[in-house]
């Protein structure tokens, strides 16, 4: 069982940019694609980009693809967003999520080990 841990989420300003961090322990990482899901006050949880157990394929959503970078270091055991030019639209709880094939990219319920979540706030 794969065990997640994201961190790295604070309140910042309209423009600024953040990484997070999702740390993955218990199992051997590389055997998982890893996504980023948010879920903003009153929302349902949506998807935000995935990478592949290589790190070399990546999607994103419509949302913040030119603004936000997936990756991961597999000899971390660690995967990353790199959000730049952050809105206050972006505000939310970033979940970090992996699953094993067969792969869907962004389909909540095929990714099956998630993390706790780290707060993001934009203000304007």
């Known amino acids: 069982q794969l065990d997640l841990v994201e961190s790295g989420g604070e309140l910042v300003q309209a423009g600024d940019s953040l990484t997070l961090s999702c740390a993955a322990s218990?199992?051997?990482?590389?055997?998982?694609?890893a996504g980023w899901f948010r879920q903003a006050p009153g929302k349902e949880r949506e998807f935000v980009a995935h990478?592949?157990?290589?790190?070399?394929?990546?999607h994103y959503s419509d949302s913040v693809k030119g603004r936000f970078t997936i990756s991961r270091d597999n000899a971390k055991n660690t995967v990353y967003l790199q959000m730049n030019n952050l809105k206050p639209e972006d505000t939310a709880v970033y979940y970090c999520?992996?699953?094993?094939?067969?792969?869907?990219?962004?389909?909540?319920?095929?990714?099956?080990?998630w993390g706790q979540g780290t707060q993001v706030t934009v203000s304007s």
């Open positions: 999520a992996a699953q094993r094939p067969p792969f869907a990219i962004g389909t909540m319920t095929r990714y099956e080990n």
């Open positions: 218990g199992g051997t990482f590389s055997d998982y694609a």
């Open positions: 990478t592949s157990r290589s790190g070399y394929n990546n």
